[in-house]
């Protein structure tokens, strides 16, 4: 059965761009022009991804990625911005996005992003991590995406999460930006490394008790982060 995407532009060359190169693409392809409109084709057409322009009228794609989230609804989602602001970015992969692409951009390279998304969700496993990583006041535990800091839940966004899961699975390697980049959001985002570095400073700020003398997740000068225990010592997964 062909992929069904739904296309929310409230500029119809826009729309027409991206629904023509989709459906060359094999995908189905449904177009609405505000926010409010997403939330009436959930139901009939039952879309197997979203792409979002940021700025839209009555509900804008900030406020759609927050309120299909507190439903539980887990859809994928690339988002549109002609917002260079790498904060503007950001704060919609903070509110649920998948990915995001910058206005104007290639209709081929859109594609190949929202494979690279499918590709995930396919090499996703169907059974539910169990192992909970301990590392001293520190404890993740994917089954239940908890992170508990010294007994007190901690409430981290969705890519927040995911990046310190990933870094939990690694402990103790090395990883460069552009691996984090590709493990957490599974596409090199063209250099654009800021990403991690300002997810990593959120991370700081939640986890750790003085984020500018951090125990966990370590600076390596020059090449990216590692996660640590407290004084060096490598984190252990208990299952």
């Known amino acids: 059965m062909k992929k069904k995407i739904l296309v929310v532009d409230d500029e119809p060359s826009i729309s027409m761009l991206i629904e023509f190169n989709l459906k060359l693409a094999g995908y189905e392809v449904r177009c609405v022009g505000d926010g409010e409109a ?5 139901k009939p057409f039952r879309p197997d991804l979203i792409v979002l322009d940021l ?4 509900m804008d794609g900030l406020q759609v990625c927050r309120e299909l989230r507190k439903l539980n609804n887990a ?3 690339v988002m549109l911005t002609a917002l260079q602001d790498v904060t503007d970015k950001i704060a919609g992969l903070d509110n649920g996005a998948d990915d995001y692409m910058t206005k104007p951009f290639s209709p081929q390279e859109l594609i190949s992003r929202i494979q690279a998304i499918f590709r995930r969700i396919q090499a ?10 301990d590392i001293g006041r520190l404890s993740v535990r994917p089954d239940q995406r908890e992170v ?3 007994g007190k839940d901690i409430e981290l966004t969705p890519k927040e999460f ?14 460069s930006r552009q691996q984090l ?3 957490v959001w599974d596409y090199h985002f063209l250099g654009d ?12 700020d939640k986890i750790e008790k003085n984020a500018r003398m951090p125990e966990y997740i370590m600076t390596v000068r020059n090449v990216g982060y590692k996660l640590l225990g407290p004084n060096g010592v490598e984190a252990s997964s208990l299952a």
Do not use: N, Q, W, Y
């Not at 700025?55 to 009555?58: Q, T, V």
């Not at 169907?126 to 990583?133: C, N, T, Y």
């Open 148 to 150: 508990i800091v010294d």
């Open 38 to 42: 997403v939330f009436d084709m959930l």
């Open 124 to 133: 996703l496993p169907s059974h539910v991590e169990s192992s909970a990583f």
């Open 181 to 183: 980049l590709h493990g």
């Open 55 to 58: 700025m839209l009228p009555k």
């Open 162 to 175: 995911e990046l310190l899961l990933f870094l939990c699975k690694h402990k103790g390697k090395v990883l």
């Open 193 to 204: 490394t800021r990403i991690v570095d300002v997810h990593i400073s959120h991370l700081r």
């Open 75 to 77: 859809v994928p989602i």
